[in-house]
């Protein structure tokens, strides 16, 4: 179950076919669990490895999530991007590295270094019970089932025990189209308190009742990845990160108790390493105009909080070992409706 199928949306833009990350042509998806928890990998490219522009925003400066050092330095990466427990993204990273080496031996920098993977920090199971379950077998389980036909959304992948506005959360996604190109957004929600959930505007966490905000000790974060295939250079990627922020602020999901989060913008068109009659050296680059970009920021904010909903809509009736109560769907679709 999805926000519109109990009658509910964001904005007013047009989705792409699924209202999904993978509306982006190209682009894969794939989940995978351990013993404990689980990861979930996003795939640029459909096949082999090729050369991308990202940019990101993060919170409190992306320290746990790694390649942020390249992708500040050159504006682009080509390797899947991973979402991880925190105390697995080491044993991650490792899975990513055989997969480069898969495709390159010497590694470089067209083939998959450095592996990124965004941390997502707060999901309850002990630390040491997460870095023992996760790593090489997960990534190449992930990567083996990354799929352009549907995402399972909820209580899968990193999206395990994750809990939001008090009830279970996990993976969301969703898309937007516009006359620059689709966007597509994939959230990991894991924070927001109850009163501040809000659906287009309503504010449905005044009137819901019953649900208890997670205690103060577990830690209120978000991971989310934003794929487009609007051609766009590594600076205004970042500003599209940011913006897709707001949409993350509005549902309520980011506030004053969030403590860690990072959004990585991926563009697919914007750099052509292949195109023919190249120099040496030389690759193409290629960007939207000023004028186009209000309408992909509106994109992004209206995925990314449609995302954050798909998920709590998603994981209310999925099983669960966290404790955490699902949504009162009845409850949620009348307060929420106009």
């Known amino acids: 179950m999805r926000l519109r199928d109990l009658g509910l949306s964001v904005g007013e833009l047009p989705t792409g076919p699924l209202n999904a990350i993978i509306d982006v042509p190209g682009v894969r998806v794939g989940h995978a ?22 940019g990101r925003w993060s919170l409190d400066g992306g320290d746990e999530t790694t390649a942020l050092n390249m992708l500040e330095d050159f504006g682009a990466l080509s390797t899947p991007i991973a979402l991880a427990p925190a105390s697995a993204v080491g044993r991650v990273y490792d899975g990513f590295l055989d997969y480069g080496f898969g495709h390159d031996t010497g590694l470089g920098e067209d083939e998959g270094w450095p592996p990124a993977v965004i941390a ?4 309850p199971e002990p630390a040491v019970s ?3 379950a996760l790593g ?27 809990a939001a506005f008090g009830v279970r959360a996990g993976i969301g996604t969703a898309s937007r189209r516009v006359d620059g190109g689709t966007v597509g957004v994939l959230v990991a929600a894991n924070g927001g308190e109850p009163q501040r959930l809000s659906v287009n505007g309503i504010p449905v966490g005044r009137w819901l009742a019953g649900q208890i905000a997670l205690p103060p000790s577990r830690r209120r974060t978000f991971a989310a990845v934003i794929m487009t295939d609007a051609p766009l250079l590594p600076g205004q990627l970042n500003r599209l990160a940011l913006r897709a922020a707001f949409g993350l602020i509005r549902v309520g999901l980011v506030d004053e108790q969030t403590t860690t989060g990072t959004i990585l913008a991926v563009s697919t068109t914007g750099l052509d390493d292949d195109m023919p009659g190249l120099a040496a050296g030389t690759v ?41 109560p699902g949504l009162a769907i009845d409850a949620f679709r009348g307060a929420a409706s106009p």
């Open 284 to 324: 193409t680059a290629r960007q939207t105009p000023e004028a186009g970009l209000p309408a992909l920021f509106a994109a992004a904010a209206d995925a990314g909080e449609e995302g954050v909903l798909n998920a709590i809509v998603a994981a209310h009736a999925q099983n669960t070992t966290s404790g955490v």
């Open 33 to 54: 669990r351990g013993a404990v928890g689980g990861i979930t990998v996003v795939l640029p490219f459909p096949d082999a490895p090729k050369r991308y522009y990202a």
């Open 120 to 123: 997502v920090d707060g999901v």
């Open 136 to 162: 090489v077998a997960q990534v190449e389980a992930a990567l083996s089932m990354a799929t352009s036909s549907f995402v399972d959304e909820g209580q899968v992948g990193v999206g395990q025990s994750l």
């Open 130 to 132: 997460l870095h023992a």
